[in-house]
T-cell receptor, first 115, second 112 residues
């Protein structure tokens, strides 16, 4: 079946530009996560949704980062006024239920390069 | 918050030999420990996980062991094959905290 999809796969932005990254979770999955993966590092948590509710945004590095999931399905991660340190792979993951410790299924990621 | 350390950062083994990757965690409340495999240009893929109510779990050539007292867990891959070459990440989480805290990864290379 279809997995988690993300678009675009690659994004080059000039410093100061705004970007929007899209995540399509597996159909019917309640939970959705965003992670940031710097080169050579493990993914780091950014934010978590259960349906349309953003339950945890403690990992967002600054107020330039904003995420939404208005209808409880597709999610968008927006980064305003991009900086070079925002360059990373942004991973989206979804899991079936709210029950804790369900398997998280990851998408292929969006590689963001800020020049 | 939780901190997960992973060793080694790189590992090369001959095809057919075994590979072992070790992780330690800091938060004694952690009770779920998944392992992910990440190939170049792809997202992490779950290969095995273990919960704190068991000490060992095995799935064909892959096994994970957990020592709650010492707060460490390990991934064991036996009879390694070229397709096992990838970056492996351990992670931890606990009830009430949905997010995963990942280790820094181990780049495993299988030498034919």
């Amino acid at each position: 079946g279809a997995g988690v999809s993300q678009s675009p796969r690659y994004k080059v932005a000039k410093r100061g530009q705004d970007v929007a990254l899209r995540c399509d979770p597996i159909s019917g999955h309640v939970s959705l996560f965003w992670y940031q993966q710097a080169l050579g590092q493990g993914p780091e948590f950014l934010t978590y949704f259960q349906n349309e509710a953003q339950l945890d945004k403690s990992g967002l590095p600054s107020d330039r980062f904003f995420a939404e999931r208005p209808e409880g399905s597709v999610s968008t991660l927006k980064i305003q006024r991009t900086q070079q340190e925002d360059s990373a792979v942004y991973l989206c993951a979804s899991s079936l239920l709210r029950r804790v410790q369900e398997t998280q299924y990851f998408g292929p990621g969006t590689r963001l390069l800020v020049l | 918050g939780e901190n997960v350390e992973q060793h080694p950062s790189t590992l090369s083994v001959q095809e057919g030999d075994s590979a072992v990757i070790k992780c330690t965690y800091s938060d004694s409340a952690s009770n779920y420990f998944p392992w992910y495999k990440q190939e170049l240009g792809k997202g992490p893929q779950l290969i095995i996980d273990i919960r704190s109510n068991v000490g060992e779990k095995k799935d064909q050539r892959i096994a994970v062991t957990l020592n709650k007292t010492a707060k460490h867990f390990s991934l064991h891959i036996t009879e390694t094959q070229p397709e096992d070459s990838a970056v492996y990440f351990c992670a931890a989480s606990y009830i009430g905290n949905e997010k995963l805290t990942f280790g820094t990864g181990t780049r495993l290379t299988i030498i034919p």
